[in-house]
């Protein structure tokens, strides 16, 4: 079972929650938890990226509602796994990365960025892994919607993006190969180009500002915290920066194929 999770603090999570429920075949089960078809939708009050607490439900993965915020308000569609390479400053633990499903945000990606035409505002981006919640023992995805209140409350992109999750929900694919990333941006286009036009799907993305932080302990998170198995790791080489070397030498203890974009 998935559970959707929407925050009653954030109004386009609202937004997004609101249409699934008066568009789908919903069941209040009980106090703000719903059943729609086989999966759960639960609003919750606090804010999205301290529900720690969501380990209590048994489910086999998170998908959290949400609006995006960025400093420019570029419109945009984006989609992130959790987790701190560093200091926990909005949720979760310091040094602790949550669960991956890369083949749920591979599909609900390609799936999205075939409905383009009818998004022309919008970039259609990943983006690299932050923020809580971490704790969680099953894989938590974030589906945003930014990146100001005009965005949030956009009826055309809450439908598309809700009606995009919902069908790749119903029919979960799984990709051919599975990697994580290091280096490039907080929005990183050549791994989001390789996740639409290629084979692979990707976990966990550590962008370049963080790579000081990937140590053994990251990088093994990095891998072994994604419910598909990793068998590459793929380095955007020009955006590695001065820890090129570094993580040259940590790479070369893993054996797992090595792959410069």
């Not at 789908?24 to 301290?50: R, V």
């Not at 280096?183 to 550590?206: Q, R």
Request: proline fraction near 2%; hydrophobic fraction near 40%; glycine fraction near 4%.
């Amino acid at each position: 079972m998935i559970l959707l999770v929407a925050s009653k603090l954030d109004i386009c999570a609202k937004n997004m929650a609101n249409y699934i429920i008066e568009n789908y075949n919903s069941e209040l089960i009980k106090d703000n938890l719903y059943k729609i078809d086989n999966l759960h939708l639960i609003l919750i009050e606090e804010e999205a990226l301290y529900a720690e607490w969501l380990e209590q439900f048994d489910v086999d993965a998170y998908v959290f509602l949400s609006k995006h915020r960025s400093e420019k308000n570029i419109p945009a569609l984006t989609s992130h796994f959790t987790g701190n390479f560093n200091k926990a400053e909005f949720g979760g633990n310091d040094k602790e990365l949550a669960y991956t499903f890369p083949s749920l945000q591979k599909y609900y990606m390609i799936n999205l960025y075939e409905k383009r035409d009818k998004l022309k505002d919008y970039q259609i981006v990943i983006e690299a892994t932050h923020h809580g919640p971490t704790s969680l023992s099953k894989p938590s995805l974030f589906i945003e919607i930014g990146s100001s209140i005009e965005q949030w409350n956009d009826r055309n992109a809450i439908e598309i993006v809700c009606d995009t999750l919902i069908q790749t929900l119903r029919d979960i694919r799984y990709a051919r190969k599975v990697a994580i990333g290091l280096g490039g941006t907080h929005y990183p286009l050549k791994f989001n180009k390789l996740l639409l036009e290629s084979e692979c799907a990707l976990g966990h993305i550590a962008p370049k500002y963080a790579l000081e932080f990937v140590d053994k302990h990251i990088l093994d998170q990095m891998i072994d915290k994604s419910i598909e198995k990793i068998d590459n790791i793929i380095l955007d080489w020009k955006g590695l920066g001065r820890e090129k070397e570094r993580l040259k030498d940590l790479l070369s203890s893993y054996n797992l194929e090595i792959t410069r974009v």
